[in-house]
């Protein structure tokens, strides 16, 4: 069957063509159109939703709300998002943000999808057309989920709370080694009271290194300080094996880049 | 930068090199920066066929049976084509210069020997019916045992990657491999204060240019065709492809032109002769152009070699011996490889005057994507590895790894242990400039070297 | 049959209409179609950006855009950019600062830079490397490349001042 592109009004119209099994959803492009390019046979149909509130970012009482739609190169722009946006431009380079919407992200594969580390470590909630979930929880139903997504929503973080790297091989652009995003809040005399810490190609998708994140309660972030949480960020992790790096490489180097960015 | 050291050699010539030193804009640059230079896939033509390949997903494998009816059924597909289509289906590229046998299938009839050959083309009105059909073709494959590097292929009962070798190495007129034969190395090494034996290796490497390697045809009437190509080499692969296709060369009508990137990439002669042939069946134009993937996948990349070297010195840092082993891996198949691993054998024992060498070089099939050309190949990792080398022996006798290459550097009346004597080497006089420019000093009588032995 | 839908864009500032085939990309409509066969397809995956292009100002990869989806909107290309034979500054730079080899990737790391220059007149070599970092060369090695937009960027606001 030949591609077609479907343009819908709404969501709902959009499920409802997805529902016959041979369509996919076009956000950006740079995963659908991409795959249609390599050759993938499964769907014929790309639907995409006209609907512009997709497009939105709105930045109320200290919670941001970032529509599907919304490209990496509109929250490099927006002035109220400053604090994230290294994990913006860390997506592709210029002519992938141009296009490449948050939506999309939270469906990228390992090696991509750094954006979505970031909203991990933030604590982000994903509003679909069946209802709202935490983003932890949908990573893990990911690849059997058949919603719509609309937003995600977080609370903004608190100036220089929001740490985030990625290590790649090409500079300044290229594909995640791994991709680090924390969310650090500490008191007066420097000691850790909240920690929130998302890793990037440490499993086929973005997950939290929730052993470092207890390590690190009560710390301070101290060469001595931050020991016991550099050994436990590696606790559980499965790192990806592909042209970029292989899981060998991957465990060793995680530890020596999530101390820097604990220290930096 | 560049500058002119016009001080060497200054009495054998005459002061009057007017373009050396200077810029000069490239011809096709204004091409290029407007994007009106045409590149092979710049044309388009009306009632258009596209080329999709269905490859082999095994490394090795007998072909049982090859089933294309219901690819052939699916809309938009005018042709699908087998083995059985190619006037003359096996070959080798470099036949061309009566370097044999003929060891190459250009569609797979009976074995797969590298995961990724081309057993079946499919030919319809659009890239995606193309795609659908070729995912329609059913292939019965039996596996076989495959083997992976050079030492598996050539162990004593291996699995025979290519039944037209009969070994799992290149049969030169010479025997299994290429030899040089200087002096006496036993002698060498006996009178040593040191010997030194290292082993390197080096994985294949993909040119990766960013046009993908591929070519348009279209049918000119009276059985004659343009093919629009980017191959590097064009009368080449006009021969090759009149062999293949069994058509006298005066049909076949090549155009080449500005190729987006080749490094050595783009000399094996493998979309041309089925896109012809694809054409010459249908009556139609006929495009095929590989994918990124298949340019990464399918593309033949440098060579995986293995080098042995050993060497015996003394402690003033004279080479007395040199042994060199090379292996090419060639893959399953020759394309230029039996030449690169020859190109070694001329190559070693590096730009140094050594009184005794012993030299053997292998090209060796296995079943891997057959490699082929790229940039000095069978030359640029043999200098890896004897410049590698060169380092640890100075290092061994606690020399200054340049001065150890002054003292062994070949200079004009040297004899080569290729039995050519050496003429116009200007190493010597290369180093002197390199230890200025990087600022890296070495001792006055060095300095006062020179190419010619008689001044030294 | 392939569904054919009618598009209409303005091309290097030009008014142009084509039927296209639904799902087509961009890169296919104006190569096949229009016939500006300045971007070229290196990989259709959206890495090595030889198909880059302007879509109402901004940078797009030809090849992840559907053409359908251009409709009304205005496409410049590298073979847009000569205006009455006469070069446009960037071009000029990249001939003269031999920031071209094979040309393949140059109409695509031409529109990059344009994209920069277009919003960033005066921009840094850090700026560059960045405009120029969705693009890849595999010839020349990038640094004749982020020194003639330099160059091209001087020579502008020469111009302006």
Known sequence: MPLSLRTVDTIPEARAVLATGQARYLGGGTLAVRAANEGDLSFDTLVRVADPSLGTVNVTGGRARLGASVTMSAILRHPELGDIAPAARAIGGPAVRTVATVGGNLFAPTPYGDFVVALLALGAVVETDGGTMALDEFLLLRGRFDGIVAAVEFALPATGTFRFAKVSRVKPKGLSVLSIAAVIETDADGTVTAARIALGCMADRPVRAEKAEAALMGAKLTPDGVAAAVVAVSHGIRPATDPIASKWYRREVLPVHFRRLLLG | MIRLAKDYFADQRDDDLKQLGQGLQRSDVPGHVAGTTTYFADRTFPRMLYLKMVRSPHHHARIRSIDTS?????????????????????????????????????????????????????????????????????????????????????????????????????????????????????????????????????????????????????????????????????????????????????????????????????????????????????GRPVSFIYSR?????????????????????????????????????????????????????????????????????????????????????????????LEVQMDKLARLIDMDPLEFRFINAYRDGDMKAHRQPTEGAALIECMQEASKTANWPVADRFMRMSSYKAEA | ????????????????????????????ALRDKFGDTSPKGGCHQGTCGACSVMIDGE???????????????????????????????????????????????????????KALLDHTPSPTRDEVVEALSGNICRCTGYEPVIKAVLSAARANSQKVA
């Open chain 2, 70 to 282: 219901e690819a052939e059924r699916h809309p938009g597909v005018a042709r699908v084509l087998t083995h059985r289509d190619i006037p003359h289906n096996v070959y080798t590229i470099l036949i061309l210069i009566q370097i044999g046998p003929e060891d190459e299938q250009v569609l797979a009839a009976d074995k797969v020997r590298w995961k990724g050959e081309a057993v079946v083309a499919v030919l319809a009105d659009s890239e995606r019916a193309a795609n659908e059909a070729a995912a329609k073709v059913k292939i019965d494959y039996e596996i076989l045992p495959a083997v992976f590097d050079i030492d598996e292929a050539l162990k004593e009962g291996a699995t025979l990657v290519n039944e037209y070798h009969g070994n799992n190495y290149y049969t030169y007129d010479s025997g299994s491999h290429r030899k040089v034969r200087f002096g006496d190395v036993e002698k060498g090494f006996a009178e040593s204060d040191h010997i030194l034996e290292q082993t390197y290796w080096s994985s294949p490497i993909e040119h990766a240019p960013t046009e993908t390697t591929g070519c348009v045809v279209v049918p000119e009437g009276n059985d004659r065709f343009t093919c629009y190509t980017n191959t590097q080499a064009m009368f080449f692969t006009l021969d090759n492809t009149s062999i293949i296709l069994q058509m006298p060369g005066h049909k076949l009508h090549f155009v080449g032109g500005t190729v987006g990137g080749g490094f050595g990439g783009k000399v094996d002669v493998t979309v041309e002769p089925i896109a012809i042939l694809a054409s010459r069946l249908t």
């Open chain 2, 293 to 385: 993937e298949e340019e990464m996948q399918i593309s033949s990349p440098r060579a995986a070699e293995k080098i042995i070297i050993k060497d015996g010195i003394t402690k003033d840092g004279r080479i007395l011996a040199r042994k060199v082993t090379g292996y090419t891996d060639a893959g399953a198949y020759s394309r230029h490889s039996p030449y690169g691993a020859q190109k070694g054998a001329a190559h070693y024992p590096g730009p140094y005057t050594v009184p005794n060498v012993w030299i053997d070089t292998y090209c060796v099939y296995t079943n891997r994507t057959p490699s082929s050309a790229m940039r000095g190949f069978g030359v640029t990792i043999a200098d890896f590895a």
């Open chain 3, 1 to 28: 049959m392939t569904k054919k839908v009618p598009i209409q864009i303005t091309l290097n500032g030009e008014e142009r209409a084509e039927f296209v085939d639904s799902g087509a990309t961009l890169l296919r």
């Open chain 3, 59 to 113: 940078l797009h990869l030809s090849c992840l855009t559907l053409a359908e989806v251009c409709e009304g909107r205005a496409i410049e290309t590298t073979a847009g950019l000569a205006k009455d034979g006469v070069l446009h500054p960037l071009q000029q730079a990249f001939l003269e600062g031999f920031a071209a080899q094979c040309g393949f990737c140059t109409p695509g790391m031409i529109m990059a830079a």
